[in-house]
């Protein structure tokens, strides 16, 4: 299982939110090129980059801050979302060099057009994010438009809609774990998993200690995202080296 550290934007500087309210925002850098650097250095060769502005209101808001972090090291690849939501934008952030385009919301309210996007991007070059809130039953429903909106439909639904057309990465959150360090939903990546085996599973949301990182690498998911465990210290490096492959 691979460590993606996260970086999330909001007005060009490195924040969290917590459980994605913008309200609860902590700022942990002014300039993200020093988060970068010190994921570097743990020896991270993927970052995940989250454009909170772009998530929230439907357009890029921190084009410059993404490009400079794509080309600030060579050896580190990103990938991107927040605020994909249109083909022209996909095509943008894979031209300033992004490894790969997340995709959120519009996966969920545009599926048919963001199959296209797998079949003529290729499957190496899109991760589906969806965000899940556990309903009473426990079944993960999809938030969009940066967790501010609820839906009905299901992970399961959403993840069976899209193998016909060759997903092989998804990024799932479960909001109400995300930035509360309370530990991850170790249940319902381990149901992923043994649901959709030949899937790529990103988990993220609730990481806080070495044991948790242990636990996710138990259920079979490919990587686990982490951003404010990491920001805070409150992962080690030698902690961290069984998923680093450069630590």
Excluded at 168 to 187: E, F, I, K
Aim: glycine share 10%.
């Amino acid at each position: 299982m691979l460590l993606i550290p996260a970086i999330d934007l909001r007005g060009g500087r490195c924040v969290r939110l917590l459980q994605g309210r913008f309200d609860a925002e902590t700022v942990y850098a002014t300039d993200p090129i020093e988060i970068l650097g010190r994921y570097r250095a743990l020896g991270a060769k993927l970052i995940h980059v989250v454009d909170l502005d772009g998530a929230r209101a439907g357009s890029q808001g921190n084009r410059e801050a993404i490009s400079r972090l794509a080309a600030a090291d060579a050896q580190v690849a990103i990938q991107v979302g927040g605020g994909v939501r249109s083909r022209q934008v996909a095509d943008e952030l894979l031209a300033l060099g992004v490894a790969r385009v997340v995709v959120g919301s519009i996966a969920v309210t545009q599926p048919d057009e963001v199959a296209a996007w797998l079949r003529d991007l290729g499957p190496e070059r899109i991760v589906l994010a969806f965000d899940v809130r556990l309903d009473a039953g426990c079944t993960p429903r999809l938030a969009t438009h940066g967790w501010e909106q609820q839906t009905e439909a299901s992970l399961w639904d959403a993840v069976e809609r899209y193998l016909p057309h060759g997903l092989r990465h998804v990024l799932c959150t479960d909001v109400a774990r995300d930035g509360a360090l309370s530990g991850p939903n170790v249940a319902l990546y381990a149901e992923a998993v043994r649901r959709f085996p030949g899937v790529e599973w990103q988990a993220s949301g609730g990481v806080s200690t070495a044991d948790d990182l242990h636990a996710l690498a138990a259920t079979g998911v490919a990587s686990v995202i982490s951003g404010r465990a990491l920001l805070e210290g409150r992962l080690n490096a030698e902690e961290l080296v069984p998923f680093l492959p450069a630590a």
